[in-house]
């Protein structure tokens, strides 16, 4: 019985620092840079379609209402609502965001495919500016890694005070956007 519990208490002791050559070399360090970047590059791509349509640039200006919001679980909705184009016409029925609320009646774009309406003005904005905030924080430490890899000395505490700043930016953008998207 008293090996299990050295077992036990041995699986909780620190493990080893890893010695010289235990690390992923320059192509492996090189691609894990590259994967790096790209998660924090693909959010601003993705944000593109979004942001055109909350700032007006594309789609079709009009008003939402939000018919019904089905509880899928977990804490997600499945939202459905009303679109009715400014220029006049028949409603037409879209998915609206999930972070609606049944009865909601706001200002929209209705999507260029006709299937979708997201909201305008400063919180379509803001809502839709939550995801390049995320790719600030995912590349706020960059600079720093880049300049460890590199093994260069200088500039390496300015990285760190980049960092910080651009993930605290990224932080407030993130909450901002998410409180502009449930409001």
């Given at each position: ?134 790719g600030v924080g995912v590349l706020g430490f960059l600079p720093y890694v880049f300049l460890y890899v590199l093994r260069a000395r200088r500039g390496r505490r300015a990285a760190v005070v980049l960092g910080c700043v651009l993930t605290l930016v990224s932080l407030v953008g993130v909450v901002t956007g998410m409180v502009a998207a449930y409001s």
């Open positions: 019985m008293s090996n299990a519990f050295e077992d036990i208490a041995n699986a909780f002791q620190p493990a080893p620092a890893p010695g010289p050559g235990r690390t992923p070399g320059k192509v492996g360090m090189a691609i894990l840079l590259i994967l790096w970047t790209g998660l924090g590059v693909l959010p601003f791509v993705f944000a593109v379609p979004g942001l055109k349509l909350a700032t007006g640039s594309i789609g079709v200006p009009g008003t939402l209402t939000v018919i019904s919001c089905e509880d899928l679980g977990r804490g997600r909705y499945d939202c459905e609502g009303s679109f009715a184009p400014d220029g006049g016409g028949d409603a037409i029925p879209v998915d609206a965001s999930p972070d609606s609320t049944a009865g909601d009646v706001r200002r929209a774009q209705l999507a260029p495919e006709g299937d979708r309406a997201v909201p305008t003005g400063t919180s379509g904005v803001l809502a839709a500016l939550t995801m390049p905030f995320l």
